[in-house]
């Protein structure tokens, strides 16, 4: 009958054992269900996931309750309720787990179990089996010992404390919390378990249990002696955009790190040995566009991302990919430059020698580059980044750019230009000696460097503020700071004649180089 979407489940007089699985996933019965007098024991799963029911009336002669038997019941009317009755002895694991249960109440004659609280529990307080009513937190006594793996699931929580002698098999099954909790705290004297800024650690093998997806941290780095994050541990993190793993993790379990939808890559350290099914790159609807895996070599990370059809970048291969700030990475391929991951570039040094020679540090100088990929997350262009890069002709930078370094683009080739509202600084020199035919200074911009727009190859034919900038501004083909006792650069391809004003005391240097056009100049009194 699992097919046949009945409505009403009637179980009649006579029955003594409800078999394993016997309505699992019935998914349409609804209402109040009774199990009849008579009935001892209901095996294992035997209602699990009955999400439409209202609650299970147990007869008094039931002393047996299989594993998981009413496991996620009653999910989506929120208000399952159960009795515990007198002659029940024995409940397997999760047997009312994954529940939202309002209310359990129990005959007073039981011996076996007692409620206390919102929680459910064995006689001798050593097993905690499930919570009932909607607590805003909940603290496992330190009498408990073993916690039914799932007990807190579906209950939206806000705190939970776990006990001084509860056991590392509370997380055996992965993270024991799903998207609700929002701050756990471990006691002191527990030894199997700690917390760091409400994230849950095993401490036998420093296993990274849970991770609150409550946090609105963008960027999280894994302490230091991590070797394991667990099943579940980072589920619907939605605020993260970065994860940082430290060099001694090994291994990432299965869902580890799921439906974290923007966090769009990540980098695996070179001792991670195993990466179990679907642990990272997923959400519930399916793959992650454009995720990709940063490894070293031929390990795990590469195995993975093959598997799952992820991109890989080998961190080793130093050619074409690298590195190029604490979590940004480039590749080079066919003349175009990607760079991915989120945070601030590394700033690059030029070295000029007498003899004419050029040296950078930076990775992808000298190469043809006629292409330039910024994806979101950057937040800073290094400096002299993209010196001398003369194929390149136009940039995008991405939403999210604060500032630019000094000599960033200086000599490329870049003709168009597209500053976001986000960006705050202009280092010194950023575009000197650019192509940039037409200029728009965003209201953010507070601070441009020295020269940064100087020397335009072949001249600016328009430059434009902001209105509602309050440093700066455009006066006839000029652009100066919002007092105008500083002229940065002008128009250069159109103006033939320029007055500089009477109140700019200072030019920038090389600010009318390669005006080709201009005949005079009228110099101001300071």
């Known amino acids: 009958w699992h097919d046949l979407e009945f409505k009403k489940l009637v179980l009649e007089k006579g029955i003594t054992y409800i078999g394993s699985w016997a309505f699992t996933n019935c998914l349409q019965a609804t209402g109040l269900v009774t ?10 799963y035997a209602f699990e996931s009955m999400v439409r029911v ?10 047996s309750l299989g594993e998981r038997a009413f496991g996620y019941c009653g999910i989506s009317t929120r208000s399952y309720t159960i009795n515990i009755p007198a002659n029940l002895e024995s409940i397997g694991t999760d047997a009312l787990t994954g529940s939202v249960i309002s209310k359990i109440t129990m005959d007073s004659g039981n011996t076996h179990f ?24 909940f603290s496992i006594p330190d009498s408990v010992v073993n916690v039914d793996s799932q007990v807190f699931i579906n209950h939206p929580m806000k705190s939970v404390h776990i006990g001084a002698n509860v056991s590392a098999s509370f997380a055996e099954d992965g993270s024991p919390f799903l998207s609700h909790t929002q701050q756990v705290t471990v006691s002191d004297e527990n030894p199997n378990f700690y917390a760091i800024d409400n994230v849950l650690f095993l401490s036998e093998d420093n296993a990274l249990v849970f991770y609150s997806p409550a946090k609105t941290n963008r960027s999280y780095a894994v302490p230091y002696g991590t070797t394991r994050i667990c099943e579940l541990a980072f589920n ?17 379990e299965s869902q ?15 001792a991670v040995i195993s990466i179990e099914d679907w642990a990272l790159g997923y959400t519930w609807d399916g793959r992650i566009e454009n995720f990709t895996i940063y490894g070293h070599g031929d390990g795990a990370a590469k195995t993975y991302a093959a598997e799952n059809s992820f991109t890989y970048i080998d961190l080793d291969n130093t050619e074409n990919s690298g590195k190029c700030g604490a979590n940004l990475y480039w590749t080079l391929e066919d003349g175009v430059l990607t760079i991915t991951g989120s945070g601030a570039m590394k700033n690059y040094t030029m070295q000029f020698y007498d003899n004419g020679v050029q040296r950078s540090d930076c990775p992808w100088y000298g190469k043809n580059i006629t292409e330039l990929v910024l994806n979101p997350g950057i937040t800073t262009i290094g400096s002299w980044a993209f010196y001398d890069c003369e194929d390149l002709t136009s940039v995008e930078l991405p939403k999210g750019v604060t500032a630019i370094g000094e000599y960033a683009f200086h000599s490329s080739g870049i ?6 509202n986000t960006l705050k600084t202009i280092g010194k020199w950023a575009f000197a000696y650019c192509n940039i035919n037409s200029l728009h200074i965003p209201a953010s911009v507070t601070s441009i460097g020295e020269s940064a727009f100087c020397g335009a190859i072949v001249g600016i034919s328009e430059i434009t503020v902001d209105p509602s900038s309050w440093y700066f501004t455009v006066v006839d083909g000029g652009l100066y700071n919002k007092s105008m006792t500083r002229l940065l650069t002008i128009e250069s391809a159109t103006c033939t004649s320029f007055v500089i ?18 005949q005079s100049i009228h110099l101001g009194a300071q």
């Open 415 to 420: 003709n168009e230009l597209t500053l976001p």
């Open 54 to 63: 209202s609650g299970f009336t147990l007869p008094s002669t039931l002393t």
């Open 236 to 252: 619907s993190c939605s605020a993260l955009t970065e994860l940082i793993f430290p060099d001694e993790l090994t291994e990432i």
């Open 114 to 137: 007692k409620l206390a609280g919102n929680g459910l529990y064995t006689q001798d307080g050593t097993r905690l089996l499930a919570i009932h009513g909607s607590p805003e937190s």
């Open 501 to 518: 004003p009477d109140t700019v005391s200072k030019i920038d240097l090389v600010a009318f180089d390669n005006n080709h056009v201009l």
């Open 35 to 44: 199990i009849p007098e008579g009935v001892t024991a209901i095996g294992d």
């Open 256 to 270: 580890a790190i799921t439906h974290c939808v923007n966090l769009k890559s990540i980098e695996i350290p070179a």
